[in-house]
């Protein structure tokens, strides 16, 4: 069975579409393979998956092999860097044309799910995130009963839930979290993503939404807050260019000084940089807030695993 070598498996939830659910997903990948460890990513957005975008892998072929298909690999482990290896699954690998949303009803999407859990060799992996379409539809539901069916006690360790200052206003988010009650997965915490901005060209970082409504919704919750990750427009330039990211002189985020020799922000024309995602994402500011956000995370995973067997 596929997930038979995958220690942990992690889920990546969101109430509507939009608000970073997949960013979140690649930067926990990302992060997690910093720290040593070997992930997965298996992007189950039938609606519109991005992750092979966000990797810069989308053309990239899946191989079949007998009873199931081989995941793609993003980089391999490099352990003089320290560096676990990653590897992904999405269905946009198996579309027709890229970019092409999936419009198949219930029972076919219930199906394609099942055997996206099922039939995928994964090498063992430390960490598999899964990165779900948003809202509670019914893969979500179909993909919790396979999960909980398929896994192992304690495998599935849980679900980082992802929101935007705005969307915590929204009653989708606590319908994520009352989703993931009822489901009986378990909730790492909170992600507030796009709270601030980290300016191109004032190197400050400013609050131009409401920020700390996550924080506040995870306390009435009884959920972790995880932190929050200001929208940096050289992630963008990142994903979208493949180059590294360059900050103004002064730009300090979280205390960190993030500021380029020349002090120019990257732009889009130039060529991309050849260094893998992984080792140009160390320049990009939201790394150490993932960073913390992902020790976090392993922290808690780790430290639940250590007590006295308990479901879920
Ligand atoms: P979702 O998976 O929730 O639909 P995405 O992760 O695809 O959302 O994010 C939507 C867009 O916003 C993408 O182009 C993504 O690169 C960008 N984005 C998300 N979070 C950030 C951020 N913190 N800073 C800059 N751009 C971001």
Redesign the pocket.
């Known amino acids: 069975m596929s997930l038979s070598k995958v220690k942990h498996i992690v889920l990546v939830l969101?109430g509507?579409?939009?608000?970073?659910?997949?960013?979140?997903?690649?930067q926990l990948a990302l992060s997690l393979t910093l720290k040593g460890h070997s992930v997965g990513v298996l992007d189950v957005?039938l609606t519109?998956p991005?992750i092979p975008r966000?990797f810069g892998i989308e053309d990239a072929k899946v191989t079949q092999a007998p009873g199931g298909w081989l995941p793609v690999t993003v980089h391999e482990a490099d352990a003089s860097a320290g560096l676990g290896p990653l590897r992904i699954m999405s269905l946009g690998f198996l579309l027709p044309r890229r970019g092409d949303a999936v419009v198949w009803r219930g029972p076919k999407k219930t199906a394609m799910v099942r055997q996206f859990l099922t039939d995928v060799f994964w090498d063992e992996l430390d960490y598999l995130l899964i990165?779900t379409p948003?809202g509670t539809s019914d893969e979500h539901i179909s993909l919790a009963e396979t999960l909980l069916q398929k896994a192992r006690p304690g495998q599935v360790a849980g679900a980082v839930v992802?929101t935007t200052p705005q969307a915590v206003a929204t009653a989708d988010v606590r319908k994520e979290l009352n989703f993931c009650a009822k489901t009986g997965i378990r909730v790492l915490g909170v992600v507030e993503?796009?709270s601030g901005f980290v300016c191109p060209n004032c190197s400050e970082c400013t609050n131009i939404f409401m920020s700390g409504g996550g924080e506040v919704m995870a306390r009435d919750f009884n959920v972790r807050f995880l932190g929050r990750?200001?929208?940096?427009?050289q992630?963008?330039v990142l994903?979208?260019t493949g180059k590294t990211p360059r900050y103004p002189k002064g730009t300090v985020v979280d205390g960190q000084d993030f500021s380029s020799a020349d002090g120019a922000p990257a732009e889009g024309g130039e060529s991309r940089d050849s260094a893998l995602l992984v080792h140009k994402y160390k320049s990009c500011s939201?790394a150490p807030i993932f960073a913390t956000i992902t020790a976090d995370v392993i922290a808690d995973i780790e430290r639940r695993q250590q007590m006295p067997s308990r479901k879920g």
Do not use: A, Q
């Not at 509507?16 to 690649?26: D, E, L, P």
């Open positions: 969101s509507k579409g939009g608000v970073g659910k997949s960013s979140v997903t690649t957005d519109g991005s966000m990165d948003p992802v993503n796009m990750v200001p929208i940096d427009p992630f963008l994903i979208e939201l």
